[in-house]
């Protein structure tokens, strides 16, 4: 086995464990070697993580091992991204994500986010205590696949409704998939959000590639007509 396959498992295990400074260790180690940052991302970090969600959603694993695991990659994550920007790869998506107006919970957000963050994707955090004109703003500036609301607190759970009609007001209900209880999806944890979020975007890459496809056919029946 050459060194370079042994860091691609060391990785996985090192992260599956949540062992930060070795993840960290392990991905300069890497890039020394010249391994690409796409090919550490892909073939070792997320690999290992979406293992993280399967023993979450078994019951192997709970909200502590989940987090040391996220926050473990989150430190190769903020080596590799720069580097990862500069060869040009685009992400799978656009996310938004804030948590709701009252409600100043922050830890299931933040691990959603280095979820989706590590699963490919472009994640916009508005942080916490947001209002509904805030995540408006958000959407319209940013023009995201999915917007995400969070919440801990019930009280603040009613927030959802008025920021899904804040947006609907504003003209762009149509032009986002959200992600809440009694929206357009709904997430009970981290591992299942990065799920659904890659097959809403998978959805709508599709739809559009099937769209272009048509086009072209009638394109091209009508010039042979022509």
Do not use: W
Not at 38 to 57: H, N, W, Y
């Amino acid at each position: 086995m050459s060194r370079e396959e042994e860091i691609r498992q060391e990785l996985f295990d090192h992260t599956l464990n949540g062992h930060a400074p070795q993840v960290k260790a392990l991905t300069e180690e890497a890039l020394k070697l010249g391994m690409d940052p796409m090919d550490i991302l892909f073939k070792a970090l997320i690999p290992s993580l979406e293992e993280v969600g399967r023993r979450f959603e078994r019951g192997d694993f709970f909200v502590p091992e989940m987090l040391i695991a996220a926050r473990a990659m989150q430190g190769a994550l903020v080596i590799l991204r720069p580097l990862i920007a500069e060869t040009g790869a685009k992400p799978i998506g656009k996310y938004v994500i804030g948590t709701v107006k009252g409600d100043i919970h922050d830890i299931g957000k933040n691990l959603v986010i280095i979820m989706l963050e590590g699963a490919g994707f472009e994640v916009v955090d508005l942080g916490v205590n947001c209002a509904p004109e805030k995540f408006v703003e958000a959407v319209r500036a940013n023009e995201p696949h999915i917007v995400g609301f969070s919440a801990f607190l019930t009280t603040t759970m009613p927030m959802f409704k008025v920021n899904i009609e804040a947006l609907r007001k504003a003209g762009l209900r149509d032009k986002v998939a959200v992600m809440v209880s009694g929206a357009d999806h709904y997430a009970p944890d981290a591992s299942i959000a990065t799920r659904m979020a890659k097959q809403i975007v998978g959805a709508a890459q599709a739809a559009e590639n099937q769209a272009l496809t048509q086009a072209v056919e009638l394109i091209d029946k009508t010039l042979k007509k022509g």
